[in-house]
């Protein structure tokens, strides 16, 4: 490029840069590019480089630093990519969006997604890391009913993704990982070395449902659509595909056809036609059956039929939450009294429940461990899962072994409607009589638990900090009357679970339920996945956020902000891991230390940290931290204000432990 006398540089040193011939190079790759053009001066600019003020230096442009040398290799006219054919198969399988952090293991799928595929259906996504691309899938599913697919890159990418992948797996959440690698040693450039590996899935398959490594097209059309076939059957959980760089990039020879294998999802599993009888004599016979409900309902059809199996016997329901499964305030819903629904209980059935065992028995944490059994000694228990389907032994995800008098191996959901059939048929009028009786008890215990509820929100609703049932309380007062979804909760027994307690859930999508595995760092990615699946919905998406998750992966509300993902995160900001403080202070119980020194390590505090503004970095609209609570309401409507018009926004509230 031409450079005016005046505006040389003075400095000796660049003088003689230039003069050792760097500035020529340059000129002669701009010259035989073609790449002038971009660079060239616009109309009315100043002297030198297009935009640039006289003596800049240069700025090396998009199209500069993209454009190849002249010998470059490129595909003929009628050649395409290894990858084109990928990304026609991954629109067979329906895939919205593929979240990924770019690694250069998959690069000619990259391009081959946006270029080639217009970047629809699927779209790329960009995360900030791979542990957010899987729990962004995560949660989407769950909101959605559909799974998300990923791209991680080799080893390292893997190893970031893997804890993300381990709380799907727990949660049996379909995950679709796509992992690029490089397995010709021969051809590998230096990076490639310790980014590539000789078995890719190794050190995810106890937690994964299923891998493949396709050694060609034809392979892979037919590996890709398995692996969606394996994910989405129950019990679903996430698969591997591991796609090498050679068979992306390398063209695919004219007029070699690779047809795209059909999908077809197998019907899940039904429970044994006896077995079922058997079990709906048992709960017809029954003076007070309960139903626990797990990861029952996979899809919104699964709470209409567990409504309608609980109202024709008018039995208690206990909704464990891994799915929304029950309404909250149905009368029938015994969930705040369910340790008294157990022990009253004469027939108990499981309806996926991952932890029958835990209904039925109690497990007292002290310095001896002990448990006892809850249920009565002659309580009837029959358990239906596809827990009975799959098992591993590295990964022991699967609970104690509860006896039982009858297990049923098949699909929740799937089973239900022949156990409706068979309970409605071997109902007699008397029977009913009895049924209806029990339902009014039922409904004035269910009342009265919500009373209680109530009551205990009441107690410091006006401390500073905040309350944890205030903010609860002050989130539903804004979103009650909208069309909600709670996307993420710090739901559990050891914080009250008071939006549980205090909301009106009566829709599949308004509760997605846990982490699955328990790994922190879940929250703040899912509820991003979760709010990209309501975004088409018009749905509010609304996540109660703990502070210690949202620092594990904080870049994930730069991909909300970067793709206009609508979401209100509320911190519940206690400025500590204040699991892990109780459970060191147990430990100082026990061993009679004092609990003075029981929050050393636990606690995120000197300095705080100001959510508000990481959130405002990354290009999130925030307020905080607040701290008392007649600020809470007014930042509310303003951060829902910011989100009805589709961008996401953080309201930092500091509150009260638990």
């Known amino acids: 490029m031409a450079r005016s006398k005046d505006s040389e540089p003075t400095s000796v040193q660049r003088r003689e840069f230039l003069q050792r011939g760097a500035m020529a190079g340059a000129a002669a790759l701009v010259g035989s590019t073609g790449v002038g053009d971009a660079q060239a001066q616009a109309p009315g600019a100043p002297a030198g480089a297009a935009g640039q003020a006289p003596g800049a ?33 991954f629109k067979s399988l329906d895939f919205d969006y593929i979240c990924a952090n770019p690694g250069s293991s998959f690069r000619g799928l990259h391009e081959s997604i946006v270029n080639y595929g217009g970047n629809t259906r699927p779209e790329l996504i960009t995360c900030c890391h791979e542990e957010s691309s899987v729990g962004m899938a995560h949660g989407y599913f769950k909101a959605e009913g559909k799974p998300l697919a990923i791209m991680a890159h080799g080893t390292v990418g893997l190893q970031h993704a893997s804890m993300a992948i381990y709380n799907a797996w727990c949660d049996r959440v379909p995950v679709y990982v796509i992992l690029g690698n490089h397995s010709d040693a021969a051809i590998r450039r230096a990076a490639e070395w310790y980014h590539g590996v000789q078995d890719a899935a190794h050190m995810v398959r106890d937690y994964t449902k299923w891998d493949d490594n396709p050694w060609s097209l034809g392979h892979f059309g037919e590996s890709a659509v398995r692996a969606y076939k394996v994910a989405m059957t129950p019990p679903m959980a996430p698969v591997v595909m591991v796609l090498d760089g050679g068979l992306q990039e390398h063209p695919v020879a004219p007029g070699e056809h690779l047809s795209i294998p059909r999908l077809t999802i197998p019907a899940p599993p039904q429970g ?11 709960l017809v016979a029954a003076e007070s059956p309960v139903l626990v409900a797990d990861r029952l309902a996979r899809t919104p059809h699964g709470m209409t039929l567990l409504v309608e199996l609980a109202e024709a016997l008018q039995a208690s329901v206990i909704d464990y939450g891994s799915r929304m499964n029950f309404p909250s305030h149905h009368p029938l819903n015994q969930t705040q009294r369910a340790g008294a629904a157990v022990v009253d209980a004469d027939v108990i059935v499981g309806l996926e429940v991952m932890d029958f065992w835990g209904t039925i028995n109690g497990l007292r944490d002290q310095l001896h461990r002990s448990t006892r059994r809850i249920a009565k000694p002659t309580a009837k228990l029959v358990t239906i899962t596809t827990g009975e389907l799959y098992i591993r032994s590295n990964y022991q995800d699967f609970r104690r072994l509860q006896d039982v008098d009858l297990a049923i191996a098949a699909d929740g959901e799937a089973t239900l409607p022949s156990l409706i059939e068979a309970v409605k048929r071997l109902t007699t009028g008397d029977r009913r009589r009895v049924f209806e009786e029990r339902g009014a008890r039922l409904a ?3 009342r009265a638990a919500t009373e209680r509820a109530r009551v205990d929100a009441s107690y410091a609703f006006d401390a500073t900090p905040v309350s944890t049932a205030r903010l609860c309380a002050e989130v539903w007062a804004q979103v009650k009357n909208e069309d909600w979804s709670l996307v993420s909760s710090y739901y559990s027994p050891d914080v009250g ?38 975004r088409r919905h018009g749905r509010l998406s609304v996540a109660i956020q703990t502070d210690g998750d949202l620092m594990y992966a904080p870049g994930a509300l730069w991909t909300a902000a970067h793709h206009n993902i609508p979401l209100l995160s509320v911190m519940h900001n206690n400025r500590a891991y204040h699991m892990e403080v109780m459970h060191v202070q147990r430990m100082c119980n026990a061993r009679n230390r004092g609990i003075d020194k029981g929050a050393f390590g636990s606690e995120l505090s000197n300095p705080n940290i100001d959510y508000a503004t990481l959130a405002r970095s990354m290009g999130v609209y925030a307020e905080g931290p607040i701290e008392t609570p007649a600020d809470l309401a007014p930042a509310l409507r303003r951060a829902i204000d910011v989100v009805k018009r589709g961008e996401p926004a953080l309201v930092d509230v500091v509150t009260q432990v638990r």
């Not at 700025?59 to 084109?84: H, I, K, Y």
């Not at 044994?272 to 709906?280: D, F, I, K, M, Q």
């Not at 679970?497 to 595995?517: E, S």
């Not at 929250?523 to 990209?532: C, H, K």
Request: aromatic share 8%; no cysteine.
């Open 57 to 89: 230096t240069p700025v090396m442009t998009m199209a500069a630093e993209a454009t190849p040398p002249g010998d470059v290799q490129v595909l003929g006219p009628l050649e395409r990519s290894g990858s084109d054919y990928m990304v026609d198969v």
């Open 497 to 534: 679970g008071w939006a549980r307690k205090l909301w009106n859930f009566d829709k599949t999508y308004q509760w997605l339920g846990h982490a699955g595995g328990g790994g922190i760092g879940y929250g703040l990615p899912a509820s991003v996945g979760a709010a990209l699946a309501n």
């Open 444 to 446: 004035a215990a269910s």
């Open 272 to 282: 044994e036609s006896g077995a079922v009888e058997e079990a709906a004599r048992m």
